[in-house]
Every structure is written in structure tokens, then in C-alpha cells.
């Protein structure tokens, strides 16, 4: 049993985004102690990111400017001489909890298999919440066989071939300050809205961001009561204080844009 383990768990290579994650990369690492090899992209940190990171000698980190999720990612997953078949892909607050270590380490390398769907565990400041809106994604593949494109404000995945699920779950607790969250949203709701008005098939999600306030309001209120975060105290009405935010900005791009167009269909003609 011990043999398998050590032999699965040298078939995966980490491979993180970072980008001023002081706050969180430490805890990342710490969760990462059997891996032999980890890739860093770095977009630019400009706090002590780079200096934690090169205290582990197993760490290799790559810098490249910031365009999009999905660009950082090819390069981050083609072109960063990863050399094992796995690659477990992680932003810097992921944290892999125990139980999905010794899950991963019970796999088989070869297993017909392209890719493992892992679910993820919300905290707010360490204290794990009871639901979240954040959806389980492939975040263990062979390298082989995945790609990935932009859209909205992060970037979609295709595997090529099966996707098994495992039951160990990650756990995502961002330590940053609100500040820098609201400032990523900015440029995230910006691109979402872009992809709202490209993206013409139809879906629950896009027929009430398209009717203001109703995606706001149902974001806040499903969260508190059908996700029970009020059981979570503050905690629980932080995440959805967030939802409630990034859903009031789109909401408002959206106005915004329908006000212009009237605008524009009323102007005098100056000729």
C-alpha cells in the first residue's frame, strides 16, 4: 500500500498562480510537503511572494504578465517544463485538506482516466462555511489531455476523456484584504458582462442577470437561506455580502448599457 502511494503522488506536479499572496501562499505550501517538483507563475508580485517561494527548493517559478486566466494557464501548463503525466492545478488559497492527500496518494497513475473532478469547501478567515456558490472543477489532469479558453472572468476547461470525481475536497480560504478583492472584481465583472452580451444561449443565469436588480437580490438572499450561511455568522454574510456585491456591479453595466443605448436612439441628428 505504502509503494502505490509514493508511486501516485510522483506522477503529480503542482502548478499555481500567484500574484501578492503573502496572505496565503504559505498555507497553500504547507498543505504540498509530498510534492517533488512545483510550478509558480508569478504575474508580478511586488510583496513577499517571491521571497517565500524561494526558500523551497522545489519550487520553480515563471514570470509572465498578466493578460487573462486562460493565457496564463496554457503557458502555465505547456510551457514550464512540467514533467509528470498529472498536473494538480491550484490557486494560492486552495488549501488540499487531508482527506483528498490520502485520496490522491490511493490512485492509480494509470488508470484510464483524463482528469478528477474535486469540490471545494468555502472558509471566510478560517472558518469554513456551510455552502458556497463555487462549483467542483477538474483540477487534477493529465497534461495531455486538457486545454482551456477565457470566459467571463476566469477561463473553462476541456478534457479530453473521462472525468472521475474524487470525495476529498479542496479547501478555498482567501486571507487577502477586501480591498484587493473588490479591485479584482472590477476588472472580473468587466469581462463577465463582456461575455454576458457575446454569449446569446440561453440560461437561467443570463435571463436574470439581463433583468435587473433580480440576480442581486436572489444571489443574497439564496445564499443566506438555501445555502444557510445565516447559521454561519459573519462569516456567512461576508460571502454573501460578496455575491451581493459582484451582482450589483454587473447589474449596474448592464443598466448602464441599456441607458446609453437609449441615449444614443434619441440624440437630434446634427445634420
Known amino acids: ?19 501578492n499572496e503573502e496572505p496565503n501562499i504559505k ?10 517538483q512545483i510550478i509558480v507563475v508569478d504575474s508580478g508580485s511586488t510583496d513577499s511572494t517571491l521571497p517565500i517561494l524561494a526558500e523551497d527548493p522545489r519550487i520553480t517559478v515563471f514570470s509572465r504578465k498578466f493578460d487573462s486566466h486562460g493565457a496564463q494557464w496554457k503557458f502555465a501548463i505547456t510551457e514550464t517544463n512540467v514533467c509528470t503525466d498529472w498536473v494538480l492545478r491550484l490557486d494560492a488559497d486552495y ?15 494509470n488508470a484510464p482516466v483524463s482528469a478528477y473532478s474535486i469540490a471545494f469547501d468555502y472558509a471566510i478567515y478560517g472558518q469554513r ?20 479558453i477565457d470566459r467571463g472572468h476566469t477561463e473553462v476547461w476541456t478534457i479530453d476523456g473521462r472525468i472521475a470525481e474524487l470525495k476529498g475536497r479542496i479547501l478555498h480560504d482567501d486571507h487577502k484584504r477586501v480591498t484587493n478583492w473588490i479591485t479584482a472584481q472590477s476588472r472580473y465583472v468587466t469581462r463577465e458582462f463582456s461575455d454576458l452580451e457575446r454569449d446569446k444561449a440561453p440560461s437561467l443565469t443570463r435571463a436574470l442577470r439581463l433583468r435587473p436588480p433580480i440576480m442581486p437580490l436572489f444571489s443574497f438572499l439564496y445564499c443566506l437561506f438555501f445555502k444557510g450561511l445565516i447559521f454561519d455568522g459573519r462569516a456567512g454574510l461576508f ?14 453595466m448592464v443598466l448602464e448599457d441599456r441607458l446609453q443605448s437609449q441615449t444614443d436612439s434619441t440624440a437630434p441628428d446634427p445634420k
Open 129 to 148: 462555511l456551510r455552502g458556497s456558490l463555487y462549483p467542483a472543477k477538474p483540477v487534477l489532469f493529465r497534461r495531455a489531455h486538457a486545454s482551456c
Open 1 to 19: 500500500m505504502t509503494l502505490l502511494r509514493t508511486q501516485m503522488l510522483d506522477h503529480i506536479t503542482p502548478v499555481i498562480l500567484t500574484f
Open 27 to 36: 498555507r497553500t505550501l504547507s498543505a504540498l510537503s509530498w510534492a517533488k
Open 95 to 109: 488549501l488540499l485538506t487531508r482527506e483528498l492527500r490520502d485520496e490522491l496518494a490511493q490512485l492509480d497513475p
Open 239 to 252: 460571502y454573501s455580502l460578496q455575491r451581493l456585491l459582484v451582482e450589483t456591479a454587473l447589474a449596474l
